[in-house]
Structures are given as structure tokens and as C-alpha cells.
């Protein structure tokens, strides 16, 4: 599977909204594998995502292997280094966390995986990455050492993505951490989405269909829930 990347932007010309599915592999029961790829496959995601702030097992190829023998859907690293790469995936969100000054996230964990990724046929998607504050303190700001952005001001955040489009990057990010108790604010979303050309990818803190439906109307081209759907494989059969 190939030219993700040129499918999300096909989706955001055409004005149709994406939805990933975002696995955790620390977090995968494997006795609830078959249950949780059924609940994938009845759901409207286009996109599993699969990574994690800490993801310390050995089983990434392993899941890989077992979701594309069950699903069709392109399946996109989201990681939180370099060992979480896989060559058995289909496209890999090459990210560089620009809301934080902490260089290993910025540059240097990106330099450690080149090596990796050069040995692979995975499509590379440079990503900037947003994490934004969510009223408490994620994994990925704890891992990461950095400090999010005020969800207050949106005008700093639009004006680092602006920034991260200026850089090359081929997506942007919005982020409230896994597990958040607040979602990314809907003004910042609208804010960014309506000054910067690239696609718009918004996580964490979403609940609720409303809060997909609410994240879609207020500008984002791709919503990724994580959380809801690890607690609840029935999320998405919510008020049918």
C-alpha cells in the first residue's frame, strides 16, 4: 500500500473527514485480538494507528502481522522513538514534536531512525507535532520532557504550525495526550485548520461521536481516537 499521504490530501480536497483508530501494543490483550480487529472492521475508521509514549514489548511486528490478515486499512506508525519502527506497516508519521524545545524530539531521535527507515519500503510523512494542554499531565509530556501549549492561546499555536508547514512538514498535528482530560480546544482547532494549507490531524480527549463530529466541523481533516475505543470496543455504536 503506498501514496497514504496523496489519499489524505484527496480526502481533504474532496472535503471527506478520516478517522484512526490508535493502538497502544502495551496494551493489546492478545486473547482480545480476534474482538478488537471485528470491532475495527464494523467501525468508520480509515486508519489504524499504532504506537505510544512507551510501547516496552516486542510484539509490534507480531500485531502488524495479525491486523493486515484480518483488515484492510493502511496501517500508520505513530512512534515515540526510534524502536518503534516496523517495516511491516505501510507508512510511518515521521514527527518532530515543534510545540517543545527538547532537541531529542526535534531532531535527534529523527536522525537515530534513519538508519532504520532506510532498510524499509515504509512511506515517510514528515508530521509536525503539537502537543497542547489538557488539564493534566500526559505520558507524552512526561516521556518527551516538555511542556505543552497553552490551550488558551490560540494564536501561538496557529502560529506554530504555520511555522511547521513552513518547514516541509506534510501534516500537522494537534494533540491533547493520550488519556486527556480535555480534548484540544475547538477555537484552536478552527484557528489553525483556517491558516495553514496542509491537512489537520487532531487526538486526544475525545470522549464522545459528538466530539469527532464537533473536531470535523471545527476544521479538522482527521481525527484519531485512542483512549475511548481502548476502554470501550462498543464506542463506536454509541447512541445508534
Known sequence: ????????????????????????????????????IEKINQSPATHIFIGGSHVQNNILDELII????????PIVLFPGNPSQISANADAILFLSLISGRNSDYLIDHQVDAVPILKKTQLEIIPTGYMLIESGSETAVA???NTKPLDRNNCDYA???????EML???????EAGSGAK???????IRKVSNNIEIPLI??????????IQKAYEAGADLVVIGTAFENDAEFFNQNK
Open 66 to 73: 495479525r491486523l493486515k490478515e484480518k483488515i484492510s486499512l
Open 1 to 36: 500500500m503506498t501514496n497514504i499521504y496523496n489519499a489524505i490530501i484527496q480526502a481533504k480536497t474532496e472535503k471527506r473527514k478520516l478517522l484512526a483508530i490508535l493502538l497502544d501494543p502495551d496494551k493489546i490483550v492478545w486473547e482480545n485480538l480476534g474482538y478488537l
Open 202 to 211: 487532531v487526538g486526544g480527549g475525545i470522549i464522545d461521536l459528538q466530539g
Open 168 to 174: 516541509g512538514h506534510k501534516l500537522i498535528y494537534l
Open 142 to 144: 512526561r516521556v518527551s
Open 182 to 188: 480535555k480534548a484540544v480546544p475547538f477555537e484552536m
Open 158 to 164: 496557529m502560529h506554530t504550525a504555520q511555522a511547521g
